[in-house]
């Protein structure tokens, strides 16, 4: 890559790498988390779940296709900053409206290429996400207590700086079948489009509307939707949650799903270095079989929070045993349904008394593969069965 000024990214623990910056000019801070899509970078840059964090490509290279706004998740890029190994100095695409740097300049993003991404993943699996700053024009020593001083992604509440001010409406195609509120935490575009395409009618909800303004909908379904940070602080968004379960059918995505654990009583906590990528398989605890997803999220929901026993320690392959059979809540029983090969981590789970259930992937897959787009015809079931 030729051109841009010497840049460096320095993490809170005092590593420091060397690049160019290829995007906006500035110091930025940001958590820093790997990603392992081998494509889809517009779709990542503007997922409103990365908001707070800088992405570390994993692939060698990006940038090869262009951008396009037909990509797009949100309006714009979400993310706090953007790391590359090789930016591609031509694009080519029949779809390309545009270059990917002048796109990061553009769009006011923190961009560097050259940087040595192995050398920095490996550092982020090994010690975890953590904190770090990058810029160009600054020292070392600049960047390093920048990165020190940024905040944790423990704790923060994110979901206010992304959701909708105001409710907007997208509607069915072809034959309705219903009408469906998002309560939007960071809803990617694709969702909204995903549920449109099956007839349902969107009305896309503030994440501070409360129960009773969203029931005033009369809905047929909720669902409750992706987005950055930490489930934790989002109290009044999970006792809205809580108050809806039982009364329409709810599917939770991602951050969704972390939030209707919290609504169920469950505990929530923070991964290592989180599940960034397009390639995360995921095995099905009915049938045994193994979907590969997309996935972007660094807390997980904690189901052994509510059982009488503690955890197993994992000992060899990922197996069933990881998690609880099932557990008891105020709402009744909930069944994991879904669990992640790589750690064993809960990815799904659904309510046996009350119409509802909840993943921790990605189904619309922008980026990523398909395997899980018919849990979208499933929360249709759902619905459909309510009515």
């Given at each position: 890559m030729t051109g841009g000024k010497p840049a460096l990214l320095a993490t809170a623990d005092?590593?420091?790498?060397?690049?160019?910056?290829?995007?906006?000019?500035?110091v930025t801070t940001g958590e820093a988390v790997f990603n392992t899509s081998m494509t889809g970078y517009q779709e990542i840059l503007t997922d409103p779940s990365y908001a707070g964090q800088i992405v570390v490509m994993t692939v060698s290279h990006v940038g090869n296709y262009g951008v396009t706004e037909a990509d797009a998740q949100s309006s714009g890029p979400a993310v706090s900053g953007f790391v590359m190994r090789s930016l591609s100095r031509r694009e080519w695409s029949p779809r390309s409206e545009g270059d990917l740097g002048d796109y990061l300049r553009d769009k006011g993003v923190v961009a560097l290429t050259d940087i040595d991404t192995r050398r920095l993943t490996r550092c982020l699996r090994d010690r975890g996400a953590m904190p770090a700053a990058m810029g160009a024009g600054v020292t070392e020593a600049e960047l390093v207590a920048a990165a020190a001083e940024a905040p944790s992604m423990k704790g923060r509440d994110l979901v206010s700086a992304v959701s909708t001010p105001k409710p907007y409406r997208s509607a069915a195609i072809g034959e309705r079948r219903g009408l469906v509120a998002v309560i939007d935490l960071g809803v990617k575009?694709?969702?909204i489009t995903s549920l449109t395409a099956r007839g349902l009618d969107v009305v896309v909800m503030p994440a501070g509307a409360g129960a009773d303004e969203i029931g005033g909908l009369s809905p047929d379904g909720v669902l409750v939707s992706n987005g950055p940070g930490d489930p934790e602080p989002l109290r009044a968004?999970?006792?809205?949650?809580?108050?809806?379960?039982?009364?329409h059918p709810v599917f939770g995505i991602c951050l969704g799903h972390q939030v209707l654990g919290l609504a169920a009583g469950a505990r929530t906590y923070k991964l290592p270095f989180g599940h960034h990528g397009g390639?995360?398989?995921?095995?099905?605890?009915?049938?045994?079989?193994?979907?590969?997803?997309?996935?972007?999220?660094?807390?997980?929901?904690?189901l052994w929070s509510l059982a009488d026993g503690a955890a197993p320690e994992r000992d060899g392959p990922?197996?069933?045993?990881?998690?609880?059979?099932?557990?008891?809540?105020?709402?009744?029983?909930?069944r994991p349904t879904h669990q992640n090969l790589n750690d064993g981590t809960l990815e799904g789970m659904t309510f046996e008394?009350?119409?509802?259930?909840s993943i921790q992937y990605h189904p619309e897959a922008a980026p990523g593969p398909n395997d899980a787009a018919p849990v979208f015809d499933r929360f249709v079931e759902l619905i459909e069965k309510s009515l």
């Open positions: 005092g590593a420091v790498f060397r690049g160019r910056s290829v995007g906006a000019d500035g575009r694709d969702i968004v999970t006792d809205t949650v809580r108050a809806l379960l039982g009364e390639n995360h398989p995921v095995r099905r605890m009915g049938d045994g079989g193994v979907e590969i997803t997309a996935q972007n999220h660094g807390f997980a929901v904690d990922v197996g069933p045993a990881l998690l609880p059979e099932s557990v008891d809540t105020e709402l009744g029983a909930v008394d009350v119409p509802a259930f």
